[in-house]
């Protein structure tokens, strides 16, 4: 069989620019479809403005897996974890959270110091924000992750990430599913990105509720892609406090 021949750098930029391009015109057009000129042009100008940024971001995304030896990247062709391992069969899968959007959800929470908060990430994959609260100094940060192959790349990042910044808060990964996990007694930032649906999100909310009820404290819980937002907006021990167009944030009532 002949070798295939790779097309060359200028052919791929193309290729690049033209899929940009129609990803840009498809955004336009249904936004105009959804909401006239007024939406359009906002929604055009925002993937716009993502489309610019996204080298950038990309680049310093890699810079700084390489300073403290991450691999965090999404994975292409792996078999799904097997559904036995969960509660319920409603899992995610693996995607990292973009750096820029994690950061500025941290800038946005309502803390006066993250060191007087426990940080836990339900559906930590291979752990890029448990890094990244580390950097934000919050008191201790844990991951949770039913997938076991994910949850030994976390640790492994996790002990990266240690080696590389040793004055850094303590990092745990628990390899179990978010439905037994333990919500520390501490005041606590939760971060979820959209890592399960419905049955399992209701059930973990079931958890919080009565911890809270055993150990009043200040809960602050950030929902990124909040797909399933209905279910904490039907909690009682919760209340929203801010939303963004990617994420919710709620605080316990207490
Ligand atoms: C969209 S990824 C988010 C990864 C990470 N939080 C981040 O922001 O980079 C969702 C993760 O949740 C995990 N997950 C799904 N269901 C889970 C469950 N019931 N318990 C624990 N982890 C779960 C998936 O395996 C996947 O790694």
Same mark, same amino acid.
């Given at each position: 069989m002949?070798? $295939?021949?790779?097309?060359?750098l200028?052919?791929?930029a193309t290729m690049?620019?033209?899929?940009?391009?129609g990803a840009?015109?498809r955004?336009? $057009?249904q %936004?105009?479809?959804r909401?006239?000129?007024s939406t359009?042009?906002?929604?055009?100008a925002y993937l716009?403005?993502?489309l610019a940024a996204?080298?950038a971001r990309r680049?310093?995304? $890699?810079?700084?897996?390489?300073?403290?030896?991450?691999?965090?990247? %999404?994975d292409?062709?792996?078999?799904?974890?097997?559904?036995? %391992? =969960?509660?319920?069969d409603?899992?995610v899968r693996y995607?990292p959270i973009?750096?820029?959007?994690?950061?500025?959800?941290?800038?946005?929470?309502?803390l006066d110091?993250?060191?007087?908060?426990a940080y836990?990430?339900?559906?930590?994959?291979?752990?890029?924000?448990l890094?990244?609260a580390?950097q934000h100094?919050?008191?201790?940060?844990t991951?949770?992750?039913f997938?076991?192959?994910?949850?030994?790349? =976390?640790r492994?990042? %996790?002990?990266a990430y240690a080696a590389?910044?040793?004055d =850094?808060?303590?990092?745990t990964v628990?390899t179990i599913?978010?439905?037994?996990f $333990?919500f520390p007694?501490?005041?606590?930032?939760i971060?979820?990105f959209n890592?399960f649906g419905a049955?399992?999100?209701?059930?973990v909310?079931?958890?919080l509720?009565?911890s809270?009820?055993d150990e009043?404290?200040r809960?602050?819980l950030?929902?990124f892609n909040p797909?399933?937002?209905d279910?904490?907006?039907a909690c009682?021990?919760l209340r929203?406090?801010?939303s963004?167009r990617?994420w919710?944030?709620?605080?316990?009532?207490?």
């Open positions: 002949p070798a $295939q021949r790779q097309p060359s200028v052919r791929r690049v620019v033209n899929r940009r391009a840009l015109k955004t336009v $057009q %936004a105009h479809r909401g006239g000129w359009a042009l906002t929604e055009g716009f403005g993502e996204r080298p680049w310093r995304e $890699q810079r700084l897996e390489r300073r403290w030896n991450l691999d965090t990247r %999404a292409t062709s792996v078999p799904h974890p097997d559904p036995g %391992a =969960a509660a319920f409603d899992a995607s973009p750096i820029h959007h994690f950061e500025r959800l941290l800038r946005r929470l309502p110091d993250p060191r007087d908060y836990v990430d339900l559906g930590c994959g291979k752990g890029r924000t890094a990244l580390a100094r919050f008191l201790e940060v991951g949770v992750e997938d076991t192959r994910l949850g030994d790349i =976390a492994a990042n %996790a002990y590389a910044v040793p =850094a808060p303590a990092i628990h599913d978010a439905v037994d $333990q007694g501490t005041p606590s930032v971060f979820l890592p049955d399992t999100l209701k059930a909310a079931n958890n509720m009565k809270l009820d009043p404290r809960v602050i950030a929902y797909v399933h937002a279910v904490l907006e009682p021990v929203r406090t801010a963004a990617h919710t944030i709620y605080e316990s009532a207490t």
